[in-house]
């Protein structure tokens, strides 16, 4: 079975085109094989090297050093709680309690339905709205355990 599809191939090659070094082509073609798969495995990260022509490696460090990308399945909802310093004098980790007692996981797991995964994160880029989790693509700001709770409630 083909790694990718010949849509996600031409998809691949535009995005190459753009730039004249494989290397800066890297995060953005991570970025399409995860959007299909919600993930990115060893395999993936195999392909995605031999069709930019870079070492294996590059893409593993890339892939581990960015908390964008995950490296083994997510649940539907993937709660990304920034804990850097702003976060965390804001109550990221009250957030990430709540999280805990709630859906009953801790950071890295996913609950058995395959609903959520928990993740803490680096910085989310949102200091001055902390604590902030990002869920799927969305930002949520200023968290309180109140508006987690109904966010939770609101994805349940």
Sequence with gaps: MPMFTEQELAAIEAIMSKYPDPKAALLPVLWLAQAKRGWISEEVMREVAKILGLPPSDVLGVTTFYTMYN????????L?????????????ETVVGRIR??????PGETTPDGKFTL???ECL??????????????????LTPAKLDSLLESLA
């Design 125 to 142: 880029g949102s200091c001055g709205t902390a604590p902030v989790m990002q869920v799927n693509d969305d930002y949520h700001e200023a």
């Design 71 to 78: 490296k083994k399945p997510v649940g539907k909802y993937h």
């Design 101 to 106: 007692e709630k859906l009953k996981i801790g």
């Design 80 to 92: 990304q709680v920034c804990t850097n310093i702003s976060c965390q004098l804001m109550g990221a």
């Design 119 to 121: 993740s803490e994160v």
